[in-house]
């Protein structure tokens, strides 16, 4: 029996692109293979020419349809087979192959929002809910709206074989996050491209949607990010603390381009006050929620570990910041 297969790919909406996707029939015992679209519709061609090719660069169970059904995330390239102007996993995986000595890992935390009627899930027609404070790891009565699809995309995410590692209630109502990761990239772009994909799909059987938007209400109100933990072999080995160091030096060196590919919209977000540091200032520290980039307690106790860089935004693409962090601490240490 033949079986179906959803291939995903990344848009060329600006600012931010937008997840695509469509579904291919093929034979059973078949791989997916090249495919096209119309990027006349996805801002990514003009009519006149509009063609453009899905090379698939990883698959796994579609976990909403039937056994043997599959996800099929894929690169956007033109029809010489170069990639396209949006295609940000080319120069990924140009990075990690040129410093997969390093052996560079990710880990990701993926804040998002639930909206429906255009405001957060569970928020009241007419003005606020309770201020922040019960709703980070939250639990009971109607303090927690969303769960019902927290639980039921993490499920999705472990049949699909992603490396979810888990998920926590955030601190603004209808705000939730999940982590992916360890992994090199661009892998770690890879699945967490497809668990967003999962994210959005299943929102839909309810009526809502999850945005990832850096700072969905402006105010007293936390924004969502995309903590980014990196580290090398070096960090993670004995005596790894003075590696972690040199990179955290080595990203002080270049805040201006790393934050400016951090997502859109993040000057909105790190603005110093709800446990980030200003955009335009660069710190780091141990344990420390207001430094731009956090050594968390065990990795100074153990004198070794990784980074927790905190200011990429929920709406950052993977594939672009593992391969800022991959070039920026291991060009420093070669
Ligand atoms: P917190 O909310 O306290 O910042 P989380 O538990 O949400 O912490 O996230 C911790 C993240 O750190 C996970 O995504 C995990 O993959 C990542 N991580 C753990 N060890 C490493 C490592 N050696 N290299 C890179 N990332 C790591
Ligand atoms: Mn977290
Ligand atoms: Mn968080
Ligand atoms: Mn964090």
Not at 139 to 149: A, C, L, Q, S, T
Not at 175 to 183: A, D, H
């Amino acid at each position: 029996m033949p079986y179906q297969a959803e291939y995903i790919w990344i848009d060329g909406t600006k600012p931010s692109p937008l997840i695509r996707s469509k579904t291919k029939i093929i034979e059973n015992g078949k791989e997916p293979g090249i495919w096209g679209f119309d990027g006349s519709s996805t801002n990514q061609a003009v009519g006149s020419d509009s063609d453009c090719v899905l090379r698939p660069v990883f698959t796994c169970p579609d976990p909403l349809r039937r056994p043997g059904d599959k996800l099929v995330m894929c690169e956007v390239l033109l029809t010489d087979f170069t990639p396209h102007e949006t295609n940000t996993r080319a120069a990924c995986a140009a990075v990690a192959e040129k410093y997969a000595s390093a052996e560079p890992w990710f880990g990701i935390e993926q804040e998002y929002t639930f909206m429906k009627d255009g405001r957060p899930l569970g928020w009241p027609e007419n003005g606020y809910p309770a201020p922040q404070g019960p709703y980070y790891c939250g639990v009971g009565g109607d303090k927690m709206p969303g769960r019902e699809i927290v639980e039921r995309h993490t499920a999705a995410c472990i049949d699909a074989g992603l490396a979810i590692e888990g998920t926590n209630a955030e601190v603004m109502m209808g705000q939730w996050e999940f982590q992916i990761g360890i992994l090199p990239p661009p892998l770690i772009g890879d699945q967490l491209w497809v668990a967003r994909w999962l994210l959005f799909r299943i929102a839909e059987d309810f009526g809502v949607y999850a945005t990832l938007e850096p700072k969905p209400i402006l105010g007293d109100w936390n924004g969502a990010g995309a903590h980014t933990n990196f580290s090398t072999k070096a960090m993670r080995e004995d005596g790894g603390w003075d590696a972690i160091i040199a990179g955290c030096e080595a990203i002080g060196q270049k805040v201006g381009e790393h934050v400016s590919n951090y997502g859109v919209g993040i000057e909105s977000r790190l603005t110093g006050a709800h446990e980030t540091a200003h955009y335009s200032k660069f710190s780091y520290g141990t344990s420390d929620r207001g430094a731009s980039v956090r050594i968390p307690w065990g990795v100074a106790r153990d004198k070794k570990g990784w980074l927790e860089d905190r200011r990429p935004n929920a709406n950052m693409d993977p594939y672009v910041v593992s391969r800022l962090l991959t070039e920026t601490v291991c060009s420093a240490a070669s």
